[in-house]
């Protein structure tokens, strides 16, 4: 079952912040929001997650609402190699469970 | 260090035939992942290994496929008898904090 929704697709202009945003609604006090992305042709990527604070390292930012039902993704200055399907993953164990993501294509 | 390293890339095979798939973990990682990804069903987790030992294989699909992982560096998925509807690219993925896993470059695997 799955525990994340996520816009099939979206469109961000090369320069510009990327915002994914993924709900959550069932989440559960102990399961984290994981993002994952995977580029054509390769293996997915870790890039970050959180619990319930906002987090940041050097790919990118993680919002958490404070209800913590829904997060969003901020890629700050998007690049033509930031293209590829972005994964929200919900969950507490060593088992990620990855849905359908988000295909962002970067454009010029 | 080089990543995690699959072997083949690429494999080709008949149906019926026997299919074993390689991946050398990044040193030190103590989990170790294999999934599997079509269009029509996505990233699939297979199985995993923690310390060597399989701790979930409730994605294996069927008696067909099967998982070893004799020590800390090395890892088999093998497939016999191989089917068309095997035909995916198989990920191996490994990492020292379970969430954090670093993928292969996968084998991408025709069954005619």
């Known amino acids: 079952d799955a525990k994340t929704t996520q816009p099939t697709s979206m469109d961000c202009a090369e320069g510009r912040a990327a915002n994914l945003p993924c709900n959550h609604s069932t989440i559960s006090g102990n399961e984290y929001v994981y993002w994952y992305r995977q580029i054509h042709s390769q293996g997915p990527q870790y890039i970050i997650h959180?619990?319930?604070n906002n987090e940041t390292n050097e790919m990118a930012s993680l919002i958490i609402t404070e209800d913590r039902k829904s997060s969003t993704l901020i890629l700050p200055h998007a690049t033509l190699r930031d293209t590829a399907v972005y994964y929200c993953i919900v969950g507490n164990t060593d088992k990620l469970i990855f849905g359908t993501g988000t295909r962002l294509q970067v454009f010029p | 260090d080089a990543g995690v390293i699959q072997s083949p890339r690429h494999e080709v095979t008949e149906m019926g035939q026997e299919v074993t798939l390689r991946c050398k973990p990044i040193s030190g990682h103590d989990y170790l992942f294999w999934y599997r990804q079509t269009m029509m069903r996505g990233l699939e987790l297979l199985i995993y290994?923690?310390?060597?030992?399989?701790?979930?294989d409730s994605g294996m699909p069927e008696d067909r496929f099967s998982a070893k992982m004799p020590n800390a560096s090395f890892s088999t998925l093998k497939i016999q008898p191989s089917e068309p509807r095997d035909s995916a690219v198989y990920f191996c993925a490994s990492s020292l904090i379970s969430y954090e896993q670093y993928f292969g470059p996968g084998t991408r695997l025709t069954v005619t």
């Open positions: 290994f923690n310390n060597n030992v399989p701790i979930d």
């Open positions: 959180g619990l319930k």
